[in-house]
C-alpha cells in the first residue's frame, strides 16, 4: 500500500526531501514550494516521521530542540548530528553547575542557621493586608473549649442563612 501512495505523490508532484535523522531516529523532510497537478499552488512544508509513531508512546523530548525549531520555521538550515551533541552537553554541564550551586546554597543556609543569623521558620501571615480583617483573630466555628473551661464569645453557631 505504501509503495503504490509513494508512486502516486511523485506521479502527481509531491516529492519531500529528506533532511536528516536525529540521534533518536526520527526521520526530517522538507517538502518544497510547488504547484499540484490540479494548478494548486503549495507551500513549501517541514514534516518529521517519529521513530516511535504511536501517539500514546510520545514522550516530552523525544524531538530535539533543534530539530523543533527547524520544524518550526525558527532556523533556516537543519541541525547537524554534531550540533545537536554539543548542545546535550552543554544543557548537562548547566545542570550540574545549577545542581552544585544549589548544594552551596543550602550549605551556606545551613551555617547561617546554625550561626543564628537567619531565623529558623517563615513567618506565614493569612489574608492579605489590605483586607479590613487582617491581623484580627477569628473566630472559629469549631468550638475549642470543654465544659470546664467555657469562655463565653468563644463559639459562635454558624448561620444557616
Not at 500500500?1 to 536528516?20: A, D, K, N, P
Not at 535523522?21 to 504547484?35: A, M, R, S, V, W
Not at 465544659?147 to 444557616?160: D, E, I, L, V, Y
Request: glycine share 6%; no cysteine.
Amino acid at each position: 500500500m505504501s509503495r503504490i501512495v509513494g508512486v502516486l505523490r511523485r506521479t502527481f508532484g509531491y516529492v519531500r526531501e529528506h533532511v536528516g535523522t536525529d540521534h533518536l531516529g526520527n526521520k526530517y523532510y522538507f517538502i518544497p514550494e510547488q504547484k499540484s497537478w490540479t494548478g494548486k499552488h503549495l507551500r513549501a512544508k517541514r514534516m518529521v516521521e517519529a521513530a516511535n509513531p504511536s501517539e500514546y508512546e510520545y514522550a516530552e523530548g523525544s524531538i530535539p530542540m533543534e530539530w523543533d525549531a527547524w520544524m518550526r520555521g525558527r532556523r533556516k538550515d537543519p541541525p547537524s548530528i554534531q550540533e545537536i551533541m554539543m548542545n546535550l552537553s552543554e544543557r548537562e554541564q548547566m545542570k550540574l553547575k545549577a545542581k552544585e550551586v544549589e548544594e552551596k546554597d543550602l550549605a551556606l543556609q545551613a551555617k547561617e542557621y546554625e550561626e543564628g543569623l537567619v531565623a529558623p521558620a517563615q513567618t506565614v501571615a493569612k489574608g492579605h493586608a489590605a483586607a479590613a480583617n487582617f491581623g484580627k483573630q477569628e473566630i472559629s466555628e469549631e468550638p475549642v473549649s470543654t465544659a470546664n473551661t467555657f469562655q463565653p464569645g468563644s463559639w459562635m453557631p454558624t448561620s444557616k442563612k
